[in-house]
């Protein structure tokens, strides 16, 4: 992609999520379909994000533990555990598993709407198919990957859990207490207040890719293709301006 390309494409799915902002906080508001949305993104998505934060949980642990038995340190496993999973690798992993699922789909569903025509004849019924479709869409991603990213947190902190007491005897409510008194302030907010932008980036650019998808099927392919290679793209760029920022407050 030329550089004029990606400046275009860049400036209209800015243009795209104006026009979000724009038409999103008026009535009608589409309820209904939003809270549908809800149970989609977020329900139908815990299965894998659940195995997802369980593998990464169990994983980190296992493959810590060697080299802090060499240090005898397996005492810090639990809080360098929840340090990595809470502040970086429960958000991003999490974020990108939904940029594939559920980016996809959005693009894919709308891209296939598009093709046969279905939002062009909302339009002709008077139905306003932005906000039906899109609006609700970017809401629900918004709101439902921080959900999914705290369930991912526990499961993965359960997972460690468990991975601890394969080597050893912990009680659940020390291995608590040793996360507990380690965490900080710094080490929660930022990191759950980028997910609710890794939602909307996800939201945003899968309707968009669908929104807008060329005609016939394979314009449909491309479009969910593209949802996911974007989103996953702008997830990493969120990620690193959200170190950089909260570098710069001293948070952390």
């Given at each position: 992609?030329q550089?004029?390309?990606?400046?275009?494409?860049?400036?209209?799915i800015?243009?795209f999520?104006?026009?979000?902002?724009?038409?999103?906080?008026?009535?009608?508001?589409?309820?209904?379909?939003?809270?549908?949305?809800?149970?989609?993104v977020?329900?139908?998505?815990?299965?894998?994000v659940?195995?997802?934060?369980?593998?990464?949980?169990?994983?980190?642990?296992?493959?810590?533990?060697?080299?802090?038995?060499?240090?005898?340190?397996?005492?810090?496993?639990?809080?360098?555990?929840a340090?990595?999973?809470?502040?970086?690798?429960?958000?991003?992993?999490?974020?990108?598993?939904?940029?594939?699922?559920?980016?996809?789909?959005?693009?894919?569903?709308?891209?296939?709407?598009?093709?046969?025509?279905?939002?062009?004849?909302?339009?002709?019924?008077?139905?306003?198919?932005?906000?039906?479709?899109?609006v609700?869409?970017?809401?629900?991603?918004?709101?439902?990957?921080?959900?999914?990213?705290?369930?991912?947190?526990?499961?993965?902190?359960?997972?460690?859990?468990?991975?601890v007491?394969?080597?050893g005897?912990?009680?659940?409510?020390?291995?608590?207490?040793?996360?507990?008194?380690?965490?900080?302030?710094?080490d929660?907010?930022?990191?759950?207040?980028?997910?609710?932008?890794?939602?909307?980036?996800?939201?945003?650019?899968?309707?968009?890719?669908?929104?807008?998808?060329?005609?016939?099927?394979?314009?449909v392919?491309?479009?969910?293709?593209?949802?996911?290679?974007?989103?996953?793209?702008?997830?990493?760029?969120?990620?690193?301006?959200?170190?950089?920022?909260?570098?710069?407050?001293?948070l952390?």
């Open positions: 992609m550089a004029s390309e990606f400046l275009a494409e860049a400036g209209a800015s243009r999520a104006g026009r979000f902002f724009s038409e999103g906080f008026r009535p009608r508001y589409e309820v209904q379909e939003f809270l549908y949305q809800c149970y989609v977020g329900y139908k998505s815990l299965p894998l659940g195995v997802t934060g369980f593998i990464m949980g169990m994983v980190l642990t296992l493959q810590a533990r060697p080299t802090m038995a060499k240090f005898g340190a397996e005492a810090w496993i639990p809080a360098m555990v340090l990595s999973i809470i502040r970086e690798m429960g958000p991003i992993i999490t974020a990108l598993i939904c940029a594939g699922k559920i980016g996809s789909s959005i693009g894919a569903e709308l891209g296939s709407m598009n093709v046969t025509e279905q939002i062009d004849a909302m339009e002709v019924s008077g139905t306003n198919p932005f906000k039906y479709l899109v609700t869409r970017v809401l629900a991603t918004t709101l439902m990957i921080p959900v999914l990213v705290i369930l991912a947190d526990v499961i993965g902190l359960y997972a460690s859990y468990l991975g007491n394969m080597k005897v912990t009680s659940l409510s020390l291995f608590v207490n040793n996360i507990m008194n380690r965490l900080e302030f710094s929660v907010v930022p990191a759950f207040i980028k997910t609710f932008f890794f939602g909307f980036a996800i939201g945003i650019i899968g309707c968009y890719k669908g929104y807008h998808s060329q005609k016939g099927t394979e314009g392919g491309q479009s969910a293709n593209s949802a996911v290679v974007v989103s996953s793209l702008v997830i990493f760029v969120i990620d690193l301006l959200a170190v950089q920022i909260t570098g710069l407050l001293g952390n």
